[in-house]
């Protein structure tokens, strides 16, 4: 069979068989797998033949086709030999969640028939194909947006590209999607201990589209940093945590730490089926451990003494607090805020911000009335830069967050700050009679009667999940509202995120059923309120008659 050219899918469906490229023969030999049993495709899985996170879900997708396919479709008996090979391809790798995605996806079509998986399993090879494209595209203009210097010198760890995927790549289809706009000067590709998949296969992909590179041995990733010859570091995913955090190959946690130490950019390309977003946080990504021999031996030949004990991970796991950016085909997400093992740096981070924001935040006894105090917040958003910190705060501390919704009308300022960091849609909610068209409408009460929120029907999606934003929490009444009306939209809340909370108006208790973010809380005994006039008080006048 003739070699592939360039973007060439390198994993596809051939009458009977699933072939691959055999990823072990590379570079030295291009070698096409025709794998025609569940078991062969298994190990080659395991072996690596087949490799990268999105190609392993979909060869696990073609596996259950395969297995359908040989099995038929008549009787309980081959549903369940089907679902035995399914649940063996789901195991052959722990790490990438795509591999159980995959196979999941395509067993959910087994009632329709042997055709009907096959034609899910080849479904995704196309939806794997476009939406690598879209993504590239997407972190392409992420990285020019961070990035000042032209062209780029990028730096890479592993293999991201049409071998690891159905065709594109994810990291590297956006290096090469870079390269295709001029702006690469060179790429340093990772050789990638203990399996060399950079230097093997990411500079074999490389010098197919003709981009420039150079080879460096993992360790001198962070010099070369530091002398200044890495615009952007630009890696994959094998799993991310629903609060950002990122399993990908070893090495890529020592990339990021130094990456953030020099200033330079570090941003993960992978698509929507790698989030995981049934774990909170990267400590329950199982991290697959593999062959001392791949350490002990380099081509056969012992390179370490008889009896040498090996710490061999294949992953690492990189805190969301590292990470500049992380690019799928829906979503552009920035501004992470360090959780778990970063959380000393982030608890530092929110203090600093917390004195800031106190330092600049006035407050005005007796307006607009006797025995109110208007604590105003122009200072903090009149602070150069402040709002964009803020912002990315916010952005960080919540994971899986599909829209922001903000809260008339100070509320828009932060919702828009934190919608640009993030890249995710942004809903306003007003009051009544300021929005268009139908609306849902929800009624809170007042100490002196009631008001009303709305937001436009349709303007969020069932499902989704909602972060509310707002600048002030005094008793909690816009905030309950904002959340009733996600609710009256069939999605859910899932967070909430407020600059200043005022102590002792029961606000925070109120929302306790929601993850609530403050970033400053002024104390009921606030020295910047004079004698006379007690601790409570208000910041906008908005909300300063809302009662629990």
């Known amino acids: 069979m003739n070699r592939d050219e360039p973007g060439t899918p390198s994993l596809r469906w051939d009458r009977d068989a699933v072939v691959a490229v055999d990823q072990r023969a590379l570079p030295r030999e291009y070698r096409l797998l025709r794998l025609t049993t569940v078991d062969e495709l298994i190990d080659a899985i395991r072996s690596l033949a087949i490799r990268g996170a999105p190609a392993i879900g979909l060869a696990g997708a073609l596996g259950v086709a395969l297995s359908a396919r040989l099995h038929g479709s008549a009787g309980e008996e081959a549903a369940a030999a089907v679902t035995a090979d399914a649940d063996r391809l789901a195991a052959a790798r722990p790490t990438a969640v795509n591999l159980e995605w995959g196979v999941r996806r395509a067993l959910g079509r087994l009632a329709d028939g042997p055709e009907a998986v096959l034609a899910e399993a080849t479904a995704m090879l196309h939806e794997d194909t476009a939406s690598n494209r879209v993504a590239a595209r997407r972190a392409a203009d992420l990285v020019l947006s961070l990035t000042a210097r032209r062209p780029l010198r990028l730096l890479t760890h592993c293999n991201t590209g049409r071998l690891a995927t159905a065709a594109t790549g994810t990291a590297l289809g956006a290096i090469l999607e870079l390269a295709g706009r001029g702006h690469v000067a060179e790429v340093l590709v990772d050789e990638t201990r203990p399996l060399l998949q950079g230097s093997r296969l990411t500079a074999w992909e490389l010098g197919e589209a003709g981009v420039p590179y150079r080879i460096c041995a993992d360790s001198a990733a962070a010099a070369a940093m530091a002398q200044g010859l890495v615009d952007c570091v630009l890696v994959g ?110 608890g530092t981070t929110a203090r600093s911000l917390s004195a800031r924001i106190a330092g600049l935040l006035s407050a005005f006894p007796d307006h607009p009335e006797p025995g109110i105090v208007f604590r105003d917040l122009a200072g903090v958003y009149a602070e150069p830069g402040l709002l964009a910190e803020l912002a990315d705060a916010v952005a960080g501390h919540f994971g899986g967050v599909d829209r922001i919704l903000a809260v008339e009308a100070r509320g828009f300022l932060l919702g828009a700050a934190v919608s640009a960091r993030t890249g995710l849609p942004l809903t306003l909610v007003r009051k009544p009679g300021k929005l268009p068209g139908p609306v849902h409408r929800v009624e809170y009460a007042l100490e002196y009667g009631t008001d009303q929120l709305e937001v436009q029907k349709g303007a969020i999606a069932p499902g989704e999940r909602v972060l509310c934003v707002d600048d002030v929490l005094a008793t909690g009444g816009t905030l309950a509202a904002a959340a009733a009306l996600v609710a009256a939209c069939g999605a859910r809340t899932a967070g909430m995120a407020v600059l200043v909370a005022l102590a002792g108006l029961g606000g925070s208790e109120r929302l306790s059923r929601h993850p609530l973010l403050v970033l400053h809380d002024v104390p009921e005994a606030d020295p910047a309120v004079p004698a006379g006039h007690g601790g409570a008080g208000y910041a906008d006048g908005i909300d300063r008659k809302a009662t629990a």
């Open 237 to 346: 995913a094998d799993r991310i945590a629903a609060n950002g955090d990122v399993a990908n190959k070893i090495g890529t946690y020592g990339l990021a730490v130094a990456a953030a130490h020099h200033g330079v950019p570090f941003v993960v390309v992978a698509p929507e089926s790698t989030w995981d977003r049934s774990l909170p946080d990267g400590s329950g990504i199982l991290l697959e451990e593999r062959d001392p021999a791949e350490i002990t031996h380099v081509g056969g030949v012992a390179v370490a003494p008889a009896g040498a004990g090996v710490l061999n991970p294949a992953f690492d796991v990189t805190p969301a607090g590292l990470i500049t950016g992380t690019v799928s085909e829906q979503r552009t997400v920035t501004g992470h805020f360090a959780t778990g093992p970063a959380a000393g740096a982030a």
